[in-house]
């Protein structure tokens, strides 16, 4: 049996945020998951408090998105600056909200200067580095251990739920399960652009199809892809050449995104600002444990 002072049930961005900081304070923490993230693998993740198409800002965006710059340029290339178009009539509107984030104005939009694009999967690599990791499938959670799959249990002094959408069940957490689809392209676009798509690297991504209650990755529909493209070609003026295409879902939940749960705590339910907020709320929970 193998044992931790910590014991985080996922990879995704949000364990290993929280296993980073926890090892480097010389905690004793124990990663156990299938594989290196699940939603955290999506090709591109854009790092942007202002969200929707009324320009709100994301909860606790301001320090989140501080957070998320500090933590996140010790281990991956950020890209900083994304454009959003706003029509005139809305520019003072979004000035004010703006008014604590570095930004600017140009022809037909606003450019949030410190938010940025990065890469997921060299971003997990990295932050794995090192860090005990377990792989394996958990298939119960009964405090203070974990079940695996062929037997195995392991014991943790304080239990960390991180596993994203696909282990939900494991808790009996209600949330939505919403699918996205993110195409590959051979265009780039350096400068991440942004309304109801996103252009990122070379990555177009958007969520087109309603949530659900569980978990699940349905093959992309004909009308996801045209949606994404006919949405490309709104921000930038062309169709995008698509090479493939890549499936994940979000998991939302409405309430907060760090609570209390039997035997520990739970770091989840993000939605689509997993890689804006892990930071800030990883920091959080480092500091109670
Ligand atoms: C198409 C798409 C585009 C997105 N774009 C952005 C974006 O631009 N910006 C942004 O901030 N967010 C974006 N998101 C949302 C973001 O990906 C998520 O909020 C974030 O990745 C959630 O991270 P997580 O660590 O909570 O979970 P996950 O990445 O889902 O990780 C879950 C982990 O738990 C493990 N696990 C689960 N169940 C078990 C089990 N039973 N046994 C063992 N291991 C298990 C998995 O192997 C994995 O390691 C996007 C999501 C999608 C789908």
Redesign the pocket.
């Known amino acids: 049996m193998r044992e931790a002072g910590v014991v985080i049930?996922?990879?995704?961005?949000?364990?290993?945020a929280l296993a980073r900081l926890l090892w480097e304070r010389g905690l004793r923490v124990l990663v156990?998951?299938?594989?290196?993230?699940?939603?955290?693998?999506?090709p591109?993740?854009?790092?942007?408090p202002l969200r929707g198409k009324r320009f709100t800002l994301a909860e606790e965006g301001e320090e989140a998105l501080e957070r998320a710059l500090a933590f996140y340029t010790r281990f991956a290339e950020l890209h900083l600056e994304v454009f959003r178009p706003v029509p005139e009539a809305e520019r003072s509107k979004v000035a004010e909200r703006l008014s604590g984030l570095r930004h600017r104005f140009e022809a037909g939009g606003v450019v949030l200067e410190e938010a940025f694009?990065l890469e997921?999967r060299p971003l997990l690599a990295r932050l794995a580095q090192g860090l005990p990791l377990l792989r394996?499938?958990?298939?119960a959670w009964v405090p203070p251990f974990l079940e695996?799959e062929g037997g195995v249990r392991v014991r943790g002094e304080v239990l960390v739920y991180?596993?994203?959408?696909?282990?939900a069940h494991?808790l009996g957490l209600k949330g939505r399960h919403?699918?996205?689809?993110?195409l590959a392209l051979r265009e780039g676009f350096p400068r991440a652009v942004s309304y109801r798509v996103?252009l990122a690297g070379s990555a177009l991504?958007g969520?087109y199809l309603p949530g659900e209650e569980a978990y699940r990755l349905p093959p992309p529909t004909e009308g996801e892809v045209e949606w994404l493209l006919a949405g490309a070609e709104a921000l930038v003026g062309f169709r995008p050449r698509v090479v493939s295409c890549?499936?994940?879902?979000?998991?939302r939940l409405p309430g907060p995104h760090l609570f209390p749960v039997e035997g520990g705590f739970a770091?989840?339910g993000?939605?689509?600002?997993?890689?804006?907020h892990?930071p800030l709320l990883a920091e959080r929970l480092a500091s109670r444990l």
Do not use: H, K, Q
């Open positions: 049930l996922g990879a995704g961005v949000a364990g290993l156990v998951a299938e594989d290196l993230g699940e939603a955290s693998r999506t591109v993740a854009l790092v942007n694009w997921p394996g499938r958990v298939r695996l991180a596993g994203g959408g696909r282990g494991l919403i699918p996205g689809l993110v996103y991504g969520s890549w499936r994940g879902t979000r998991f770091l989840t993000f939605g689509s600002t997993g890689f804006l892990a």
